[in-house]
């Protein structure tokens, strides 16, 4: 991935906002577009740090930190376990999440005066996981979502936005054929439910396994800045 000198911001932990964050800021100051990286499990908000140094620079780079600490400096959205039967998560805290993302966007937007439609949300994993989740059910907060070596929650049906809005929607997903961890099934599953819903999408597999490649990530800003250019 090229690289910009652009500096992370310090840790922001203003009681304003639901979730603690850093930002990229852009250059000039108000910026064009938003665009949020959400960290996997176990993981904090300078994981994708490296991918947030790629993106345009008119562009601001939010990178929030998940709710929940699991050990010093690895936090999470919600606490997953690996089953033989697949994964098993704490519905209610995945939903603590979704809402919690919801209110923090709607906040960025209206401090930056940042619109949905120049909104962008994405992450790794479990990120990639949460923002699926937002972008399904609050399609008028932003202009798409990528998920990133992730998945679409089952237990996200109930509150799946109208079909009319979702139509409004762009999504990327992308996977490695070879995850040891999240299944490539998983794509394959995100894929038809997209289709199914009327989403516009796009889904690309990788040689790799749980990660995320430099071409994946290639992939993925290019297709971030074609939804964000004015």
Known sequence: MPHLQVPIGALQQDPAYPL?????QPRPAAPKACLLLLHGVGG???NLAELAAAV???VLVVLPRGPLQFAPGQFGWFRVAF????PSIVASEAED????LIRFVEQLQASYDIPARRTVIAGFSQGGILSASVGL?????VAGFGVLSGRILPELEPYLAPREQLATLSAFIAHGQHDSKLPVAWAHKADQWLTTLGVPHS???YPIDHALSPVMAT???AWAHALTKP
């Open 20 to 24: 603690a964050f850093r930002l990229r």
């Open 44 to 46: 904090n908000e300078t």
């Open 56 to 58: 345009d620079p008119d």
């Open 83 to 86: 089953t033989p039967n697949g």
């Open 97 to 100: 999440s979704r809402l919690a």
């Open 137 to 141: 059910s609050a399609p008028e907060r």
């Open 203 to 205: 889904t690309r597999l």
């Open 219 to 221: 992939d993925f800003l």
